[in-house]
Each structure stands twice: as C-alpha cells, then as structure tokens.
Nanobody
C-alpha cells in the first residue's frame, strides 16, 4: 500500500501561482512515475502532469501550455506541482497519483493506481 497526502491548494486570483506538494509513504517511491490529475465539478477527471521515476522525463496535458512544472525529490519522497498564470478553468480538486510503472508509457487515468485524497484549487476571476 502507498499513502499519498497532498497539500498546498487554496484560493488564488486569476494570474496567480500555487505550489502543490504530495508526500508519499509506504512503498518504494523512486520505483514509480508520479503524476497529478484533477477533477472539476461536474466533469471527468483528467491528466495534468507526470514525471518518470528519476525525474528525467516529464509530460504535460496540452492545456498546461508551459504554465505548470512538475518535480520530485526521491530523498524526501515528495512530488510537487508549481502552477503559475492560473486561470478560472484550472479550478478543480487536484490529486497526486502513483503511476503503475517507472516510466511514462501512458498518462491516461487508468495508468495511475493509487490516488491521494485531493486538494482543492480555486481560481477566482
């Protein structure tokens, strides 16, 4: 089992920034790729960003368009998502998720196994 605990969500004005963090425990963190997913009210969950096991490769959803940066620290067992130039449409619950493999062979929601409890991000216009 793995435990994932997100933090750093909150309310921010459009154009602002937030940094989300996820602390992992219970499994060898560095063996797995990690990702961030989100779900807005009334919408399906969607992929946001992912990073492979050693941080050498990252992938982002098209809507990110250079605004977010994912990173990880395999010593501290953390993965972060730095978000800038936030838009009201970024409002959602953001989830940290453990990928099913070490590398980013796929970034669809089924490619991710365990999810955290989520942290709310609200962007006001």
């Amino acid at each position: 089992q793995v435990q994932l605990v997100e933090s750093g969500g909150g309310l921010v004005q459009a154009g602002g920034s937030l940094r989300l963090s996820c602390a992992a425990s219970g499994r060898t963190f560095s063996n797995y790729a990690m990702g961030w997913l989100r779900q807005a009210p009334g919408k399906d969950g969607e992929f946001v960003a992912a990073i492979n096991w050693n941080g050498a490769y990252t992938r982002y959803a098209d809507f990110v368009n250079g605004r977010f940066t994912i990173s990880r620290d395999n010593i501290k067992n953390t993965v972060n998502l730095q978000m800038s130039s936030l838009k009201p449409e970024d409002t959602a619950v953001y989830y940290c998720a453990l990928h099913r493999s070490a590398d980013l062979l796929g970034v669809g929601l089924p490619d991710f196994g365990s999810w955290g409890q989520g942290t709310q991000v609200t962007v006001s216009s």
